[in-house]
């Protein structure tokens, strides 16, 4: 027979391991996807992709800045991980833009998605993307 | 070189070839720039957006295989979110 203190010891740390679980997955998880085949090799594209520079802002800002090919003062901030497109003119958020492919890419895959489909045709970017203006 | 990279869920599928050699004939070179071909037609037909992609030069969308390309990327069809 286990004596009543030692039982609750145990059931506080279960209770405290069922409780911190889920914000040690948060925190690792990003690190256990990297060392996925797939996402390894989205990340060899992405840097066949981008400059070394566009790399480093990635990884420290956490997004990556698109210029606008057609219009000067714009720039899309593309998230490394998957979420919104950022539309920012003059230093000013204006809009948030969603576009997602039918198929699962790794996020690496998507950032590289974002920045070619931008660069070759805007236009047609903006045309299949749901818009959320952003209201002050 | 070329080389044709199709996103997918497992990251990127590539397939090379060899441009110079394929003009002259090489059996394997003409092979896999054929093969290459068909992928992008199939993929293509599914619904991706081919890009040539070059070092220094503003990205391209392109309609058709381009066996000169140095790269081209594949992606698959988007929807708005």
């Given amino acids: 027979m286990i004596p009543l203190p030692q039982l609750l010891t145990a059931l506080g740390w279960i209770v405290i391991a069922l409780a911190i679980s889920p914000m ?61 497109v950022q539309v920012v003119e003059n230093g000013r958020a204006i ?35 749901n818009k959320y203006l952003c209201v002050e | 070189m ?10 990127d599928d590539r397939l090379s ?19 290459a071909e068909r992928i992008f037609a199939q993929e293509r037909a599914k619904g991706a957006t081919a890009f040539r992609v070059a070092p220094g030069k503003p990205v391209e969308r392109i309609e058709h295989f381009d066996a000169t390309a140095e790269q081209i990327v594949m992606v698959p069809r988007v929807v708005g979110g």
Avoid at chain 1, 57 to 77: A, F
């Fill in chain 1, 24 to 84: 040690l997955w948060l925190i690792f998880q990003p690190y256990l996807k990297g060392w996925s085949r797939s996402e390894r090799r989205a990340a060899d594209l992405l840097r066949a992709i981008l400059t070394p520079e566009q790399v480093r802002q990635l990884i420290w800002q956490g997004y990556l800045e698109v210029p606008s090919p057609t219009e000067p003062r714009r720039v899309y901030r593309v998230p490394r991980v998957k979420g919104y």
């Fill in chain 1, 95 to 129: 809009m948030r833009l969603c576009l997602q492919p039918v198929e699962s890419l790794p996020d690496a895959d998507v950032v590289v998605l974002h920045k070619l489909m931008i660069e070759a045709n805007e236009e047609n970017y903006l045309q299949k993307a």
């Fill in chain 2, 2 to 11: 070329g080389m044709l990279r199709i996103m997918s869920r497992r990251g």
């Fill in chain 2, 17 to 35: 070839w060899d441009g110079q050699k394929a003009l002259t004939g090489d059996a394997e070179a003409v092979a896999a720039v054929r093969e």
